[in-house]
């Protein structure tokens, strides 16, 4: 099993849904990434975190925008 802990609490993962498990983490971060800047440019709490479905069109152009360009 894998052990996730954060000042939040922990929660026990079986070990088969490790893939699915850092996808989503992965995920979750980008969002938080984003967030944080937009509310450290004065962005509105409750549009931002936890994300709205107002701002997710506004956070996939930034994960487009910041995509390596090939």
């Not at 939040?8 to 983490?25: R, S, Y």
């Amino acid at each position: 099993d894998i052990i996730v802990a954060d000042d939040d609490g922990a929660v026990v993962v079986p070990v088969a849904l490790a893939p699915e498990l850092i996808k989503l983490g992965s995920e979750h971060h980008e969002w938080e990434e984003f967030s944080k800047i937009r509310l450290m440019e004065g962005g509105d709490l409750r549009r931002y975190y936890p994300l709205s479905d107002a701002a997710r069109p506004e956070y996939e152009e930034w994960l487009k925008a910041k995509a390596p360009k090939r």
